[in-house]
């Protein structure tokens, strides 16, 4: 004959069970997010001197950072960057995944394949093809200024080199964005386009009226992530200093700034500082996209 546990003690095992499911990813993420976090709050409260050491000054590194033009500058250049990079990666991601979703493109998991292909070469590697194709002595630039006798516009120069940074990131991310979208596109139900082929739509008004709507949620997420990626800007221009330095400064982009600051200045507390308000500026702008975009979704 078996008996009833008691109701608390089952809650109570269920609860550890729950925990013991869990309880792996929390230290994992209290580990590698939280702790990071919290020491970089930390430190932001301090400032180390070579006379006095390292002392308390609350929120004077704050303010510090507030008032830095150097900081502003790079804040508003990539503001620039993702008001003119973003849209147009997206826009040609979209494109893409449409024309392949459409099944009218010949060869398309070849096309497809392709255009995710520039997303698996590692950052630093395409920055470096690029730079060097950029090259007016040396590069493909430089290759055509000879061969045809022209005097192209250097890409590197401090007036092109944000748009080449641009260029590059777009090379970079098309496909990512494009498998995002293609995915979105799969999961539309075929019974909309048989209801649509019976109405007698054409295929822009497939495409506004049920593939754009449907795939929405995947339009937010990819801008979201663009964003976010857009403020974190630092492989591409710290890899391109190296051939530009007259063009990139130390204090290009945010990133850039803050590691800097940290390796080159020996200011880890006002890095920390810089970097804490970028990331609440990022998360600001990431969460006034989202809401506008679930509300055009409501």
């Known amino acids: 004959m078996t008996t009833l546990q008691p109701p608390v003690a089952l ?40 006379i006095g050491g390292t002392t308390f000054v609350g929120l004077d590194n704050y303010q510090q950072a507030l008032q830095d033009g150097q900081f502003w500058e ?65 590069g493909l630039v430089g290759d055509l200024n000879d061969a045809f006798g022209t005097k192209l516009p250097d890409p590197l120069s401090a007036d092109l ?42 295929q822009w008004r497939v495409i506004t009226a049920i593939k754009l709507p449907a795939i929405r949620g995947a339009l937010v997420i990819a801008t979201i992530f663009s964003i976010i990626g857009s403020f974190q800007l630092f492989n591409e221009p710290a890899i391109l200093q190296k051939l530009a330095p007259n063009a990139i400064t130390t204090d290009y982009t945010p990133n850039y700034y803050t590691y800097s600051l940290s390796f080159a200045g020996q200011q880890q507390n006002y890095s920390a ?26």
């Open 161 to 202: 080199v944000l748009a080449s940074l641009g260029n590059i990131v777009t090379w970079e991310f098309v496909g990512y964005n494009m498998l995002i979208f293609f995915a979105a596109l799969r999961v539309v139900p075929h019974s909309l386009y048989e209801a649509a082929e019976i109405d007698g739509a054409g």
């Open 273 to 298: 500082t810089v970097a804490i308000v970028m990331g609440v500026i990022t998360m600001i702008v990431a969460y006034v996209v989202q809401l506008r975009g679930m509300r055009k979704g409501a």
């Open 74 to 138: 790079g804040v508003l250049r990539v503001g620039l960057f993702l008001l003119v990079q973003v849209p147009i990666m997206l826009g040609i991601a979209l494109l893409v995944a449409l024309a392949i979703d459409s099944g009218r493109l010949y060869g398309k998991d070849f096309f497809r394949i392709t255009v995710f292909l520039p997303y698996a070469v590692p950052a630093v590697v395409a920055t470096l093809m690029w730079g060097f194709m950029y090259g007016t002595r040396y």
């Open 11 to 50: 809650r109570r095992r269920r609860s550890w069970t729950g925990w013991g499911f869990i309880g792996p990813f929390v230290l994992v993420f209290a580990l590698v997010f939280l702790a990071p976090l919290a020491y970089s709050v930390y430190l932001s409260l301090f400032r180390t001197q070579l």
